[in-house]
């Protein structure tokens, strides 16, 4: 057990989790979080809380950022502007098929430009050689160009996914694992790309979330078409319904359609009941 509090380097952006050791942040002040590239500064966006989780592995906030603190990362935004803007420029002169996605400078302890990493993405790759020359001399600075890939690109610049929410990718997604059309196919989501694709083209990450609990339901629960015993008579079964765990019948009887449970219809649960059952 331990304490936690939650950051955020852009507004609506990813969340850090980090322990707050001594501190007390609250929400709105602005802190220094310790990064490969030195202290950053970032806004606390959910004050230090205890939790019951292990917080021994977070990373420690730095302190709180001080007046010099925030005007370096004042003058850091203002050159990532710069750079930006130069390199679209210079894109465009060298007729290159590149599209900047964000920038990241780095200053060293005088406050001069030390590194800029541009991020950009591409349909194919793309020989920027002559392009990071100009770029250097532009901005008097070692100049390095990184291409992303689609699900890279829309986890840096963010955006509100089909559900009306930020990105997963962008808000708290660490890894990308592997998405499939089976998935879509076990879900009985149309395979309309336009349905089942996210910000970046590729298929959505959220097709991941709830497959477990198909494949769950599709190992136990009578195919579509098979006959079943249900508490209001035989039948035929005709849909799933995955979220609510039950399966739709047509009754013999008369022709109506019943909803019953995943349980009151499985076989295996049905032998379960009549053999334990107390008399």
């Not at 990532?80 to 290159?96: D, F, N, Q």
């Not at 089942?196 to 083209?201: F, L, P």
Request: charged content about 25%; aromatic content about 6%; some cysteine.
């Amino acid at each position: 057990m331990g304490m936690l509090c939650a950051v955020s380097f852009n507004r609506y952006g990813r969340l850090y989790y980090l322990d707050p050791v001594d501190l007390t942040p609250v929400v709105g002040d602005r802190v220094l979080v310790p990064t490969e590239d030195g202290p950053e500064v970032a806004e606390c966006v959910w004050a230090a809380q205890w939790v019951d989780d292990d917080t021994s592995g977070f990373p420690k906030l730095a302190g709180l950022a001080t007046d010099a603190d925030l005007a370096r990362d004042e003058t850091q935004r203002k050159r990532k502007a710069e750079a930006k803007a130069a390199a679209k420029k210079l894109i465009r002169e060298h007729s290159l098929p590149m599209k900047v996605v964000a920038v990241d400078h780095v200053l060293d302890a005088s406050g001069a430009s030390a590194r800029t990493t541009i991020y950009f993405t591409a349909p194919h790759r793309v020989d920027f050689r002559s392009l990071v020359r100009d770029l250097g001399a532009t901005l008097h600075c070692r100049v390095e160009l990184r291409q992303l890939s689609a699900r890279d690109s829309a986890r840096v610049q963010g955006g509100i996914g089909s559900c009306g929410r930020d990105l997963c990718c962008a808000t708290f997604l660490t890894d990308f694992e592997p998405v499939t059309i089976r998935m879509a196919k076990d879900q009985d989501l149309p395979l309309n790309p336009l349905r089942i694709s996210g910000a970046c083209g590729r298929l959505m990450c959220c097709l991941k979330y709830e497959h477990p609990l198909y494949q769950s339901f599709q190992s136990s629960a009578p195919a579509v078409g098979s006959r079943v015993t249900t508490p209001e008579g035989d039948g035929r079964v005709v849909a799933h319904s995955v979220p609510r765990d039950s399966v739709v019948v047509r009754l013999d009887a008369d022709g109506s359609r019943c909803s019953c449970s995943r349980a009151s219809v499985c076989g295996p649960r049905k032998a379960h009941d009549e053999q334990y059952a107390p008399s």
